[in-house]
Nanobody, 120 residues
Framework: QVQLVESGGGLVQPGGSLTLSCVAS????????MGWYRQAPGNEREFVAG???????DYADFVKGRFTISRDNAKNTVDLQMNSLKPEDTAVYYC??????????????WGQGTQVTVSP
């Protein structure tokens, strides 16, 4: 079982920025696509951003132009840089590892989640 550990969540004002980071305990990290999902209270978990093994990225429409996903295969990390944050971005953000090299289910593992709260 791959362990995914997220960090970087917190409280930020509207318009502010946060960077989430996820480290994976996986020696073959570079072979797999990784992604970020989020879940707000009362809502289903939703896709935010993904990056395939070759570095190609994909974003949900509601974060395009504001969020950037990146990976460092030497460090086994995937980051989510979040800019121009809005109150509606408030959610628990989860890191996930896809079963293959493309940003497409199924998933192998999920992190424990990190809370992001956007509020004045």
């Amino acid at each position: 079982q791959v362990q995914l550990v997220e960090s970087g969540g917190g409280l930020v004002q509207p318009g502010g920025s946060l960077t989430l980071s996820c480290v994976a305990s996986l020696s073959t990290f570079s072979m797999y696509a990784m992604g970020w999902y989020r879940q707000a209270p009362g809502n289903e978990r939703e896709f935010v951003a993904g990056i395939n093994s070759g570095g190609r990225t994909d974003y949900a429409d509601f974060v395009k132009g504001r969020f950037t996903i990146s990976r460092d295969n030497a460090k086994n990390t995937v980051d989510l840089q979040m800019n121009s944050l809005k109150p509606e971005d408030t959610a628990v953000y989860y890191c996930t590892k896809y079963s293959g090299s493309y940003v497409s289910p199924p998933f192998d593992s999920w992190g424990q989640g990190t809370q992001v709260t956007v509020s004045p």
